[in-house]
């Protein structure tokens, strides 16, 4: 392999990893005799054959050209988690970075918080639901979906352009909700925690006679606003480093879906509110309100059918919303006085989109699936109001951009199965926006199915990121698109039953980036590279206990060739879930290690090792449940990169406290 | 415990060669599949492949794809993964997942009596020609003659013998 040529993998631990895989390898699989063909056995002999079950998920694990890992309703419920970011800080070679308002994700090159929107794409099922200003995917409790309604989350790390477009640089979170049978009548909840959270939830979701499948579900959240201390403000003028009660969250979410006979509609609303409690420029006021609100929403209507029995077709429309409002209070300058009079600055942004998506997916020819399709995005609404209020709050100056993109794109990819054992996959996207180049990404997967047991997957792929609304606002439309090459080899193997393995070797080249030129001007030229190890185990029990255990290893350099801000070299996962004695009540425990990471003034925070621990009851006792976390179990004091590199005084910001343990309690009632 | 520590234990913890002869569920359902259409007798048809179907079940769809290509009755055999009950009256056996089992009367009701192989590995009684069942750690399989009988299909002698037992037609 070229790995070991570029010196991409420092030549220990490769050599360890080949071990490793050595090692795997020496092992027989599972279903060690070779998948003959089956249909040559008398059926006589078939029916005296014992069976191993499958799930749906593992197939569709070792199918992907990816590393695809999942986590289902189950494990959300085993390990109370609460948020997306929960989920994602569970998940192989990924974390998650809070700056207080909102949280950020990072894993495989990226990890900066300015590095993150557009980067991963969020889809709810099938749905991308970014929003068109920034692109950012919503993983907080901004985001649109309780994690009650979620059936699964499933990640599949890689570039997705080719499937997706634009913002699937670096990954894909692919969130699929329950059905309406999966609840079969009402269910409320309330929840409280030792951080002055308190949400209610309801739920209503049934199959009904006709066939059709309905889901509704309404949830609101109010956290409390806490004292918290920042350093790098610890002046008498500043009250001591401490914002007073800035810290308070309150969302409202609203979720509907009806299927029936081919077609599903399905809506989300949600506005969250938070309160900034960091202070995000030298030209704002410590410790005073900055309130800032995030409303998204979308209505999805998509009809999916057979045409024969070869052609299957799925249309999909989405009309989708997004709105941003924030007020900040600026600081006195040294006269005493407030630059040109102005208090308040106010950030007023809406966005509006609609998108239409044609897929076919053709089997006409023996061991090809075909899928081939279009789609037409138009970003009609993309505008930006900046105010500037008087101390008397009268509006002194404003600042207005109105933008808007209209993107055309179509797409083939062919899954050629060349035999039993070898799979072609090949695919192409266009993507042309009306204030762009046309981009091209492009895919090709080899995967081979060594035995019953391994698979082995290496892939190439190409995807792009257009210039966000906002960075060609400020820009001036000078922004351009980036790229990102990416290679990948993923070896899956089931070492027993009910014992999986997952390994994976990638590297990515990201080009076009901003980099600082000799005239000190800020071009598109940059290049980062990225290279990495992960491994995963999985091993279930009887009786739904489980563990999952992982490793990753990853280098990423930035544009000069420095270790990248807020990228761990190492991160470890492991979680496990069993039943107490008695069966009625279920323990979850997460342990994940956090490797050092630079911050952007470039100091190195320490590795962090924090654990979850949850309890809940494993049936409903008379309609009731319920479930009780401890996060943060051992109240390790720690900070996240945060996304500032000036300093306000002679101590740095680079770096904020986390909170310590909290204690979190769901009761649940099944009407 | 490390995770390497973890591995290695897991690892060793396998025993091997224990489950050598078994299949996976997928492949085994779909072969299943395979047989009940070989050893079934159809009325004379018009069509130049012969068409197995499935609904509700990725699984089952993957595994028998590898159908594709063989010949069932003289006839070539296509596979095709329904998103949709629009077609089901052009397929010749249609595997219908247990996902999809409280559809299972309204895909009776709109086949009717058609000359179509209905099979499925839902648990519940249902209106179905063959039904796959657990029977500890192996698949059996009891068939509905009567059903079979009135879409104009004839079960072989061979295949009813082999059936865990006849189902006695549904109400």
Same mark, same amino acid.
């Given at each position: ?32 005799? =070779? ?17 191993? $079950? ?11 050209? *990816?590393?695809?890992?999942?986590? @289902? ?45 557009? #980067? ?21 409790? $901004? ?136 202070? &995000? ?45 924030? !007020? ?6 040294? %006269? ?45 609404? !993309? ?17 207005? +951009? ?30 042309? *926006? ?10 090709? =997967? ?5 035995? &019953? ?22 820009? /001036?439309? @000078? ?41 000190? %001007? ?12 992960? @491994? ?7 009786? +739904? ?8 290893? !990853? ?39 956090? +490797? ?23 049936? %409903? ?51 | 415990?490390?995770? #390497? ?43 130049? $492949? ?33 998103? =949709? ?27 009717? /009596? ?6 499925? /590995? ?50």
């Amino acid at each position: 392999m070229e790995w070991g040529a570029e010196k991409v993998v420092d030549p220990r631990r490769l050599k360890l990893a080949v071990l490793g895989l050595g090692v795997l390898l020496a092992f027989p699989s599972e279903a060690g005799a =070779a998948q003959d063909d089956l249909t040559a056995l008398p059926f006589e002999e078939l029916l005296l054959r014992d069976f191993v $079950s499958a799930s749906r998920l593992a197939r569709q694990v070792s199918d992907s050209p *990816a590393a695809v890992a999942i986590v @289902t309703a189950d494990d959300i419920r085993a390990y109370g988690y609460r948020t997306l970011a929960d989920v994602i800080n569970g998940m192989r070679g990924l974390y998650t970075t809070d700056e207080r308002t909102y949280h950020y994700m990072g894993g495989r090159s990226f990890g900066d918080v300015e590095d993150y929107a557009g #980067r991963v794409m969020l889809l709810i099922d099938g749905y991308a639901v970014q929003d068109n200003l920034f692109d950012q995917a919503y993983i907080d409790e $901004s985001g649109l979906i309780d994690l009650e309604l979620v059936d699964r989350v499933e990640y599949v790390p890689g570039t997705g352009s080719v499937t997706y477009g634009n913002n699937a640089l670096l990954g894909i979170l692919n969130v699929v909700t329950r059905r309406g049978r999966d609840f079969d009548g009402a269910r409320v909840s309330a929840e409280i925690s030792s951080r002055g959270a308190s949400r209610q939830r309801a739920a209503w979701g049934k199959r009904l006679e006709s066939g059709a499948e309905v889901l509704l579900s309404a949830s609101t959240l109010d956290v409390d606003g806490r004292n918290l201390y920042f350093p790098a403000y610890d002046t008498p003028a500043t009250n001591f480093g401490v914002a007073e009660g800035l810290d308070g969250e309150r969302n409202q979410r609203v979720f509907g879906k009806l299927s029936w006979s081919g077609w599903t509609v399905q809506a989300a609303w949600v506005e969250r509110e938070k309160s900034v409690p960091t202070n &995000p420029s030298a030209y704002t006021a410590f410790n005073t309100p900055f309130p800032t609100r995030d409303e998204s929403a979308f209505l999805g209507v998509r009809h999916e059918t057979d045409l024969g029995l070869q052609l299957y077709s799925s249309s999909s429309l989405m009309l989708g919303r997004y709105a941003y409002w924030n !007020q900040r209070e600026y600081a006195l300058d040294e %006269d005493g006085e407030y630059d040109d009079g102005e208090k308040y600055g106010v950030r007023d942004y809406h966005g509006a989109w609609w998108r239409f998506d044609q897929k076919f997916v053709g089997r006409w020819f023996v061991d090809h699936t075909l899928v081939f399709g279009a789609e037409l995005r138009d970003d009609h609404r !993309q505008s930006f109001h900046r105010r500037f209020l008087s101390p008397a709050g009268e509006v002194t100056d404003r600042d207005d +951009g109105e933008l808007s993109r209209r993107t055309f794109s179509l797409y083939v990819a062919d899954d050629y199965r060349l035999n039993q054992q070898w799979t072609l996959n090949l695919g192409v996207r266009h993507d042309d *926006a009306d204030d762009l180049d046309g981009n091209l990404s492009p895919r090709a =997967a080899l995967i081979w199915q060594q035995d &019953p047991a391994t698979t082995w997957k290496a892939s190439y792929s190409e995807a792009f990121k257009m210039p966000n609304a906002n960075d060609r606002w400020t820009s /001036d439309d @000078t922004a351009v698109p980036e790229y990102v090459a990416a290679t990948e080899l993923v070896l899956q193997r089931q070492l027993a039953p009910h014992t999986r393995f997952t390994g994976s070797l990638y590297r990515y080249r990201r080009s076009d980036l901003p980099i600082e030129n000799a005239d000190g %001007d800020e071009v598109p030229e940059g290049s980062s590279r990225a290279r990495g190890v992960e @491994t995963e185990i999985e091993h279930v029990w009887e009786r +739904g206990a489980r563990a999952r255990a992982s490793v990753a290893w !990853q280098r990423s350099r930035d544009v000069y060739g420095r270790d990248a801000v807020n990228s761990p070299d190492l991160l470890g996962k492991l979680a496990f879930t069993f039943l107490l004695p008695g069966e009625a009540l279920r323990a979850g425990l997460e342990t994940q290690y956090l +490797g050092p990471r630079l911050t952007r003034e470039r100091r190195m925070l320490g590795g962090v090792t924090l654990s979850n621990l949850t309890l809940s009851t494993e049936r %409903d006792w008379h309609g009731l449940s319920a479930s009780l976390s401890v996060r943060n179990l051992f109240d390790r004091d720690y900070e996240t990169v945060s996304g500032f590199d000036w300093r306000p005084g002679d101590v740095a910001q680079d770096g904020l406290r986390m909170d310590g343990r909290s204690v979190w309690l769901q009761v649940g009632y099944a009407l | 415990m490390s995770a #390497r520590n973890l591995f290695f234990g897991l690892a060793l913890a396998t025993s091997q060669g224990v489950l050598a002869q078994a299949l996976p569920e997928f492949d085994l359902k779909a072969t299943y599949a395979y047989n009940f259409a070989v050893l079934t007798q159809w009325p004379p048809a018009t069509r130049a $492949s012969f068409n197995f179907c499935v609904y509700g079940d990725d699984g089952v769809a993957e595994a028998m794809r590898r159908l594709q290509g063989k010949s069932v009755h003289g006839r070539s055999v296509a596979v095709a993964r329904l998103g =949709a009950l629009t077609a089901i009256r052009d397929c010749d056996l249609l595997y219908v997942g247990r996902d999809e089992a409280p559809s299972l009367p309204h895909i009776a009701a709109l086949l009717g /009596d058609a000359p179509v192989l209905t099979v499925t /590995d839902a648990t519940q009684p249902q209106p179905v020609a063959v039904v796959i069942v657990p029977e500890g750690r192996r698949l059996a399989f009891e068939i509905d003659v009567e059903r079979s009988r009135r879409a104009g299909l004839k079960p072989s002698a061979a295949l009813l013998g082999l059936a865990r037992n006849l189902r006695q037609p549904l109400n």
